[in-house]
């Protein structure tokens, strides 16, 4: 037997002339690349501007690429296929760990986030990421009714939570004073949520009128526009949003009784020290509120004909219509709702201003509706808290700033980051972190 033989069929399996000429390819498309963005860096001198060359910097990210490529090549993309394993039948079939430990992950993360405020012993940063990442679970939750459950792409889904932001900010500091005095402030938090819900519902329908015929990437063209047609308005409508100035929205109260020290504060009124931290706990616990009454209005409505309605819209729209489903109230019911939470969500904002609410926000939001799976809930938990503390993280790693080039932080990678970890999902996840979900209903024999 020669050594040929010997070989394994792996080994043979390689295409040598294909791999380096994709190799060349890669290198090719790198430099082209990589020359007008990396290779030369302006640099500002005290009389003119210089380009200085980075060549060396170019040539380590090139073969870092070409290293990374080739990996795949030989141990992804030339992959032997497995051999089939015969399976043999040893008694009644055992439930995967999956389903075992499935029911018991929603109650666990809602204990964990009621004893947040509890374990962190106080610490204000770890109660502000969990108000940040509350509120992006339910903008994830409020845009899976639309993406996730009624199939329709939107693109445009902050400028919702602009809408809310806006009413509660201009309702609570200048409609509510003007009309009802004074008096009304430390409540205008409890009276403009649901309003500002309401407002955000009633933009969704605004916007779903125009698009009830169109699909797919128009669909994402059109609500693309609307998001950003909203932002310019709030920019530049400066006597009614106050334009790039923004709007400061007074704190909310604990049914009246505001955070502050002195007679007639919370702390006062419950005879206790007064602690800035208990502000906080407060806005915390009242997004976690939010935040859950998103999640079971949500799976209620999954169950409830409108729930399957969304479904079926989503698998296919023509033969929606031919079992006699509405399919423009279905829409307009998927745009109002979702738009619904977007507005509750925005009502948590303590500074208002149009840069707040850019294109990049809605497309964070999206990645956190695919990254979770969609149409699944707990997935969509799992990805916000990936995405968005991935952000906090790289906030925390300044100390790298000593081993990168001068100029650079770290915080400007975060966004490849999540592109990459994006990447990386549609290859080896295409489907999110949770494919699995419970059928809207069952069919009993």
């Known amino acids: 037997m020669s050594a040929q033989d010997l070989a394994s069929p792996k080994a043979r399996s390689y295409d040598w002339p294909a791999i380096f000429k994709d190799l060349i390819g890669t290198a090719l498309v790198s430099l082209l690349l990589m020359v007008p963005i990396v290779a030369y860096k302006s640099v500002i001198t005290q009389y003119s501007l210089v380009l200085e060359a980075r060549w060396g910097t170019v040539t380590v990210?090139?073969?870092?690429?070409?290293?990374?490529?080739?990996?795949?090549?030989?141990?992804?993309?030339?992959?032997?296929?497995?051999?089939?394993?015969a399976r043999t039948s040893t008694g009644p079939a055992r439930a995967s760990l999956?389903?075992?430990i499935g029911p018991w992950v929603f109650p666990a993360l809602v204990v964990f986030a009621l004893l947040l405020p509890i374990i962190s012993g106080g610490d204000r940063r770890t109660i502000d990421l969990g108000i940040y990442i509350l509120t992006y679970v339910m903008l994830g939750w409020g845009l899976n009714i639309v993406v996730g459950l009624a199939g329709l792409l939107d693109l445009g889904y902050v400028a919702?939570?602009?809408v809310g932001a806006y009413a509660y900010a201009l309702l609570s500091t200048v409609y509510f004073p003007y009309w009802f005095g004074d008096g009304v402030v430390p409540w205008a938090f409890y009276i403009t949520l649901p309003i500002a819900g309401l407002l955000a519902a009633l933009w969704g329908v605004i916007l779903g009128f125009p698009v009830l015929r169109l699909r797919g990437d128009y669909l994402a063209i059109v609500t693309l526009a609307f998001g950003e047609i909203i932002r310019l308005v709030l920019i530049n409508w400066f006597d009614f949003t106050n334009g790039p100035q923004g709007i400061t929205v007074p704190k909310a109260t604990f049914f009246g009784l505001p955070f502050t020290p002195g007679p007639g504060g919370f702390a006062d009124f419950f005879g206790i020290e007064h602690n800035r931290i208990y502000y906080y706990d407060f806005l915390y616990y009242v997004i976690l509120l939010l935040a859950l009454l998103t999640y079971f209005v949500t799976n209620r409505l999954r169950r409830l004909p409108i729930g399957r309605a969304w479904e079926a819209l989503r698998e296919d729209?023509?033969?929606?219509?031919?079992l006699g489903i509405n399919t423009t109230n279905t829409?307009?019911?998927?745009?109002?709702?979702?738009?619904?939470?977007?507005?509750?969500?925005?009502?948590r904002q303590g500074f208002v201003s149009p840069e707040s609410f850019v294109f990049i926000e809605s497309a964070i939001i999206l990645a956190i509706v695919v990254l979770g799976g969609l149409g699944s809930q707990i997935g969509i938990v799992f990805a916000a808290i990936a995405i968005?503390?991935?952000?906090?993280?790289?906030?925390e790693l300044s100390v790298l700033q000593d081993y990168l080039p001068e100029g650079t932080d770290p915080v400007h990678f975060r966004m490849l980051a999540v592109g990459l970890a994006m990447v990386l999902m549609m290859r080896f996840r295409p489907r999110g972190f949770v494919t699995r979900r419970q059928p809207t209903v069952f069919l009993k024999e």
């Not at 729209?317 to 031919?322: F, L, M, T, V």
């Not at 307009?332 to 009502?347: E, P, Q």
């Not at 968005?388 to 906030?395: P, V």
């Open 61 to 85: 990210i090139l073969l870092i690429i070409l290293a990374a490529r080739l990996l795949m090549h030989l141990f992804v993309w030339n992959r032997a296929p497995a051999a089939p394993v």
């Open 98 to 100: 999956t389903d075992r």
């Open 160 to 162: 919702f939570y602009a």
């Open 317 to 322: 729209e023509i033969a929606c219509r031919s």
């Open 331 to 347: 829409k307009l019911t998927a745009f109002a709702l979702g738009a619904m939470f977007g507005g509750f969500a925005g009502s």
């Open 388 to 395: 968005m503390g991935s952000f906090e993280l790289f906030r």
